[in-house]
């Protein structure tokens, strides 16, 4: 049986939904525990040129949730709003995308292949098929925010590791 579009993102955006909810416990952590502010530690960047943790955490949201949404219109536009500015914030967004992911169902996801889907951010855009957009700019996305996330808590110190990122891996059962 092939393997369908629910299956080959869903569990994956739900996956990395996951684990950037466990990087803001271990970044909310690591702050009492170091009596960082808030704001400190969920503004730390790798470098300077690159957004901060709380912006990566967005993003993963954004391009989980976002995502579903911007197919579901036939466009995705880049949410451009300010990240949250606390950890109940980040994770409020990170629990809402969950919940909606949870919401999508096989049928509708199977609905979407083939379909026209264009992305546009500023004056720049590029059309898809809503199955190649999830799977080939998506998907990406969100791995390599949730990846950012974990390198900026790393180079802070944060003790994450492999595990931390993996989050809950899919068992045979």
């Given amino acids: 049986?092939?393997?369908?579009?629910?299956a080959a993102y869903i569990p994956s955006a739900l996956q990395m939904l996951g684990t950037a909810h466990h990087l803001i416990d271990k970044a909310e952590g690591w702050a009492a525990e170091k009596n960082l502010s808030e704001g400190e530690m969920i503004g730390a960047r790798i470098i300077e040129d690159m957004l901060p943790?709380?912006?990566?955490?967005?993003?993963v949201a954004e391009h989980t949730q976002?995502?579903?949404e911007g197919v579901r219109t036939g466009v995705y536009s880049p949410d451009l709003n300010p990240p949250p500015a606390d950890f109940a914030g980040?994770?409020?967004?990170?629990?809402?995308?969950?919940a909606f992911l949870k919401g999508?169902?096989?049928?509708?996801?199977?609905?979407?292949?083939?379909q026209p889907m264009r992305f546009e951010f500023k004056d720049r855009g590029m059309d898809f098929t809503?199955?190649?957009?999830?799977?080939s700019f998506s998907q990406p996305n969100f791995y390599f925010h949730a990846a950012t996330a974990y390198d900026i808590l790393?180079?802070?110190?944060?003790?994450?590791?492999?595990?931390?990122?993996?989050?809950?891996?899919?068992?045979?059962?």
Wanted: aromatic share 8%; glycine share 10%; proline share 2%.
């Fill in 66 to 68: 976002g995502s579903i």
């Fill in 1 to 6: 049986m092939p393997l369908s579009l629910h």
């Fill in 130 to 135: 809503a199955d190649q957009f999830l799977l």
């Fill in 90 to 98: 980040l994770r409020a967004k990170i629990d809402g995308a969950i």
């Fill in 104 to 114: 999508v169902d096989e049928a509708e996801m199977e609905s979407f292949i083939g």
């Fill in 53 to 59: 943790f709380t912006y990566q955490v967005k993003c």
């Fill in 154 to 173: 790393r180079m802070q110190g944060v003790s994450v590791g492999k595990m931390d990122f993996m989050g809950r891996v899919r068992i045979k059962t």
